[in-house]
């Protein structure tokens, strides 16, 4: 008896061809998703020669979308960050047309010092990119305390993003609660003009929020020993008596930090290192910096020095 495998007859071929051509579009397709955690810490490694005293492994804290990148220095955090972000923006941008990016203050603009070079001030499609900030201080945007100074000085004025695409607090507003309600309200006008898509429980999301951590383990202006860490209804929120001077400041709240499709929580030197063991080394953290369980990926860049506790 003959099997019609061996032998197929004619009518059977064009659906074979059909059933491959398939199979190509959807393997093709797959590639063009955003690649596993795992297969992005190789990339970055391969494509910015970090040195190779690092290690690398899948958090426990936060379930699967957790992971550690340990580089042994802060230059090499700060290259790594570079090539995830100029990553991460083409696969926004291809798969979206626009990347949206929230920025934080402290050391974290510094740290993001290789984006504003060689390749990336030219491969990057700065036009594409939208800036918000994670928190800000209630000063003049003159003031040395100013976040958005710090980045215009460290970061955006060394790359053509629109002045248009950048979501600065007005600084008019000398209460912090004003400055507070008008960011969000400008947040909302954004939803409005469909430049931020809502996420699932209703708040604004972001494509990538780049965030730092303090020593007493605050993100953003969200401190221990503070209220606003426990916001759940309000997008943007404001404090009186931050413990870290200035203490007038606005911060979004941990749902729409949440809400974001990618987090990186990058971490350098020794001071932190506390913090750092703290919350990636105790199952029932309760500092704030705990709190970040984005929807989406969450990636810690460490360098050995904020890693030693570990
Ligand atoms: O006050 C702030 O502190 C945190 C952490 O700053 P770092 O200097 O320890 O990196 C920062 O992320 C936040 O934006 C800023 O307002």
Not at 113 to 129: H, Q
Not at 203 to 232: I, Y
Request: aromatic content about 10%.
């Amino acid at each position: 008896m003959s099997y019609p495998i061996y032998t197929p007859p004619v009518i059977l071929l064009p659906l074979v061809r059909i059933y491959i051509l398939g199979l190509r579009l959807a393997l093709s397709s797959s590639r063009n998703h955003f690649p596993t955690p795992e297969v992005q810490f190789f990339k970055l490694i391969k494509t910015s020669k970090i040195d190779t005293n690092r290690k690398k492994s899948m958090a426990a804290c936060s379930g699967k979308k957790t992971e550690k990148i340990i580089l042994k220095t802060e230059d090499d955090v700060a290259k790594a960050l570079a090539e995830y972000t100029a990553d991460l923006s083409r696969r926004f941008i291809k798969e979206k047309g626009s990347f949206t990016v929230v920025l934080s203050g402290g050391t974290l603009i510094d740290t993001m010092r290789y984006l504003t070079e060689s390749p990336y001030k030219e491969s990057v499609e700065w036009s594409k990119w939208s800036i918000f900030w994670l928190d800000e201080r209630v000063v003049p945007k003159t003031s040395d305390d100013s976040n958005y100074k710090l980045a215009m000085d460290g970061f955006l004025s060394k790359v053509p993003i629109p002045e248009a695409n950048i979501l600065a607090i007005d600084d008019t507003k000398s209460k912090p609660s004003d400055a507070a309600d008008d960011y969000e309200a400008r947040l909302k006008d954004w939803v409005d003009k469909k430049i931020l898509p809502l996420s699932s429980d209703n708040f604004p999301k972001h494509d990538l929020m780049l965030l730092g951590m303090g020593p007493d383990g605050h993100v953003a202006s969200l401190f221990p020993n503070r209220t606003q860490q426990f916001e759940t209804q309000r997008w943007v929120t404001f404090i009186l008596d931050s413990p870290k001077p200035p203490p007038p400041r606005i911060t979004y709240t941990f749902p729409v930090i949440n809400a974001a499709s990618e987090i990186a929580m990058v971490v350098t030197g020794a001071e932190l290192a506390d913090a750092v063991k703290n919350v990636l080394g105790t199952p029932n953290s309760t500092l704030p910096a705990a709190k970040v369980r984005p929807e989406g990926l969450l990636t810690w860049f460490l360098d050995q020095p904020a890693a030693s506790g570990l």
